[in-house]
């Protein structure tokens, strides 16, 4: 129950990310949000599939799509709010790894 909780709570942030990640591309509007509330009702529906199905690889993948989650979140937050402290501490942390590769 807690894990089907937790995935409910995370479906308005990956709507945001999503739609802010799909806006970020072209033009922004209507579309970009309906097709971030999809994206967030699959991943919903995903989530407590993997919540019924009770295996150990389940709670792996949902473990995964949580952390994923984050990430999104993160990557919205500094596309969006660059001049925020969280959006700004990400630009430095994809700056340092960016610097890191080379």
């Not at 970009?32 to 019924?52: D, P, R, T």
């Not at 389940?58 to 999104?72: D, E, I, R, S, V």
């Amino acid at each position: 129950m807690t894990m089907a909780t937790l995935a409910l709570l995370v479906v308005l942030p990956t709507g945001w990310a999503m739609a802010v990640k799909l806006a970020d591309g072209g033009p922004a509007g209507l579309a970009c949000q309906a097709k971030g509330a999809a994206f967030a009702v699959f991943q919903l529906a995903v989530m407590v599939g993997l919540v019924v199905l009770d295996t150990w690889w389940g709670m792996l993948f949902y473990a995964f799509l949580m952390l994923a989650t984050g990430h999104m979140v993160l990557e919205a937050l500094s596309k969006r709010y660059p001049a925020s402290r969280l959006g700004a501490w990400w630009g430095q942390q994809q700056a340092a790894a960016v610097s890191r590769r080379k």
